[in-house]
T-cell receptor, first 115, second 114 residues
Framework: GAVVSQHPSWVICKSGTSVKIECRSLDFQATTMFWYRQFPKQSLMLMATSNEGSKATYEQGVEKDKFLINHASLTLSTLTVTSAHPEDSSFYIC???????????FGPGTRLTVL | QKEVEQNSGPLSVPEGAIASLNCTYSDRGSQSFFWYRQYSGKSPELIMFIYSNGDKEDGRFTAQLNKASQYVSLLIRDSQPSDSATYLCAVIGEGGTSYGKLTFGQGTILTVHP
């Protein structure tokens, strides 16, 4: 199957700092990437849809100025959590693929802890 | 009614038994259906996808789709303790703001006991 990587796998940062998470499709080109967040024992929550070369589309309630998404190439999307606060601590997961009949493959996730 | 509903869990089966996971969806126009497995603390892993009515088999896994009944299922034969996880049914959105996005069911927790 297709392989999606994320870096870093975990990060601890101080409140007020920014954190960048990378999502890469290693063996296929992904025109669409998705960013999810998952809190303990809860369902995946879609944050935004990212298309190569265009602005990301954010789900209702997700602050676009706080969660900056860049999809510069067909294999790389980044999520930057700006001015992180403890309530942003969560498991962030990307997926690549998308579109009708396209299968989404998930990255291994990034666990963010904000102190 | 939720867009994607899974049978309430948790589901517990003995090792070697068949585990049956069920899912219904509300959008009759849905075309693409997926089963993901998620171990605790890990990201979802694709198990199967199915587009056509009928059965699709891959090793110990069989996905079944009945579009008329708006029903998708996943059978796991010869269940192993390593199959213990949360199983997520997902449907791709066909139009509007849901186009291309996955809608997940609430998940069914499966435990396979030795």
């Amino acid at each position: 199957g297709a392989v999606v990587s994320q870096h870093p796998s975990w990060v601890i940062c101080k409140s007020g700092t920014s954190v960048k998470i990378e999502c890469r499709s290693l063996d296929f080109q992904a025109t669409t990437m998705f960013w999810y967040r998952q809190f303990p024992k809860q369902s995946l929550m879609l944050m935004a849809t990212s298309n190569e070369g265009s602005k990301a589309t954010y789900e209702q309630g997700v602050e676009k100025d706080k969660f900056l998404i860049n999809h510069a190439s067909l294999t790389l999307s980044t999520l930057t959590v700006t001015s992180a606060h403890p309530e942003d601590s969560s498991f962030y997961i990307c997926s690549a693929g998308g579109g009708l009949f396209d299968t989404q493959y998930f990255g291994p996730g990034t666990r963010l802890t904000v102190l | 009614q939720k867009e994607v509903e899974q049978n309430s869990g948790p589901l517990s089966v003995p090792e070697g038994a068949i585990a049956s996971l069920n899912c219904t969806y509300s959008d009759r126009g849905s075309q693409s259906f997926f089963w993901y497995r998620q171990y605790s603390g890990k990201s979802p892993e694709l198990i199967m996808f199915i587009y056509s009515n009928g059965d699709k088999e891959d090793g110990r896994f069989t996905a079944q789709l009945n579009k008329a009944s708006q029903y998708v299922s996943l059978l796991i034969r010869d269940s192993q303790p390593s199959d213990s996880a949360t199983y997520l049914c997902a449907v791709i959105g066909e139009g509007g703001t849901s186009y291309g996005k996955l809608t997940f069911g609430q998940g069914t927790i499966l435990t396979v006991h030795p």
